[in-house]
T-cell receptor, first 116, second 109 residues
Framework: GAVVSQHPSWVICKSGTSVKIECRSL??????MFWYRQFPKQSLMLMAT?????????EQGVEKDKFLINHASLTLSTLTVTSAHPEDSSFYIC????????????FGPGTRLTVL | GQNIDQPTEMTATEGAIVQINCTYQ??????LFWYQQHAGEAPTFLSY??LDGLEEKGRFSSFLSRSKGYSYLLLKELQMKDSASYLC??????????WGAGTKLIIKP
């Protein structure tokens, strides 16, 4: 149990375009979903926390108008990178909590975004 | 501020034992997690400690001392597939997960 999927696994796009990443909890209802970004050889950086049906809470320094998060249901959250630029190239990982006994987060496989 | 410290990199030999330490200073404490992350993949949950003491799970054990703000992950009978980064994370008083930078473990034959 506690499986989280993410789609797409990797995406290459041109500068200025928008990219949508989906995160789904497949076998449980996720009360909270998290979006992280990870640059090579660095630790996870939390971008935002979202609860179903409410606005996401963004971490300091993360532009909410650039990284749009929608958490429409207890099993789906989306991250849209708007007007992507090469510096947005990174590994984006979502996680979900609500299944475990200890508020542990279960991670999706990640999406590698390359902006040309 | 909130801070989690763990060594950047460690090297160990296949079949041996290795201990990865983690010290933390956070606003409140609601548990400490260890995650494993292979290169290019997302983290996977290894263990959770909220009370002092040792939790054993197969080849992996995790220890916590709340008074010292200290935890360690112990890996026994190391296998090549254990080469990965190991992330320490603490759940603070707001139930927000504070992440360490991770320890890259290199296993040599």
């Amino acid at each position: 149990g506690a499986v989280v999927s993410q789609h797409p696994s990797w995406v290459i796009c041109k500068s200025g375009t928008s990219v949508k990443i989906e995160c789904r909890s497949l076998d449980f209802q996720a009360t909270t979903m998290f979006w992280y970004r990870q640059f090579p050889k660095q630790s996870l950086m939390l971008m935002a926390t979202s609860n179903e049906g409410s606005k996401a809470t963004y971490e300091q320094g993360v532009e909410k108008d650039k990284f749009l998060i929608n958490h429409a249901s207890l099993t789906l959250s989306t991250l849209t990178v708007t007007s992507a630029h090469p510096e947005d190239s990174s590994f984006y990982i979502c996680s979900a909590s609500g299944e475990g006994d200890h508020n542990e987060q279960f991670f999706g496989p990640g999406t590698r975004l390359t902006v040309l | 501020g909130q801070n989690i410290d763990q060594p950047t990199e460690m090297t160990a030999t296949e079949g041996a034992i290795v201990q990865i330490n983690c010290t933390y200073q956070t606003s409140g404490f609601n548990g400490l997690f260890w995650y494993q992350q292979h290169a290019g993949e997302a983290p996977t949950f290894l263990s959770y400690n909220v009370l002092d003491g040792l939790e054993e799970k197969g080849r992996f054990s995790s220890f916590l001392s709340r008074s010292k703000g200290y935890s360690y992950l112990l890996l026994k009978e190391l296998q090549m597939k254990d080469s990965a980064s190991y992330l320490c994370a603490v759940l603070d008083s707001n139930y927000q997960l504070i992440w360490g930078a991770g320890t890259k473990l290199i296993i040599k034959p």
